[in-house]
């Protein structure tokens, strides 16, 4: 399993970034099994649930993106979209996302960069 994140980059506060998470070497069907969701880690903090898509079924969002950020999924693409609006600087950090196999296996991909200037 590869997970390739990208979409990150440098956006003023009240800006819109749309990250992606592009799973290769899985077939649909896996695809379709896993939780998917995105983790935030800034510096000298822990890495935290940003929104995710959770085994039992729905979305699920922290509640300092609630209201701005999006997740969605397109299978046919095997890709995680999260769209996030009205950036504040507070959500600087490096953004990962995270797929977990039913029998609980994670992997992670290699994270990209949200930087929000004030």
């Known amino acids: 399993v590869q997970l390739q994140a990208s979409g990150g980059g440098l956006v003023q506060a009240g800006g819109s970034l749309t990250l992606s998470c592009k799973a290769s070497?899985?077939?649909?069907?896996?695809?379709?099994?896993?939780?998917w969701s995105w983790y935030r880690q800034a510096p000298g903090q822990e890495r935290v649930l940003v929104a995710g898509?959770?085994?039992?079924?729905?979305?699920e969002y922290s509640e300092a993106v609630k209201g701005r950020f999006t997740i969605s999924r397109d299978n046919s693409k095997k890709t995680i979209t999260m769209r996030m609006n009205n950036l504040k600087p507070e959500d600087t950090a490096l953004y990962f996302c995270?797929?977990?196999?039913?029998?609980?296996?994670?992997?992670w991909g290699q994270g990209t960069q949200v930087t929000v200037s004030s």
């Open positions: 995270k797929a977990e196999r039913p029998t609980n296996t994670v992997y």
């Open positions: 070497r899985m077939i649909l069907s896996e695809f379709i099994s896993y939780s």
């Open positions: 898509f959770p085994r039992t079924g729905g979305t």
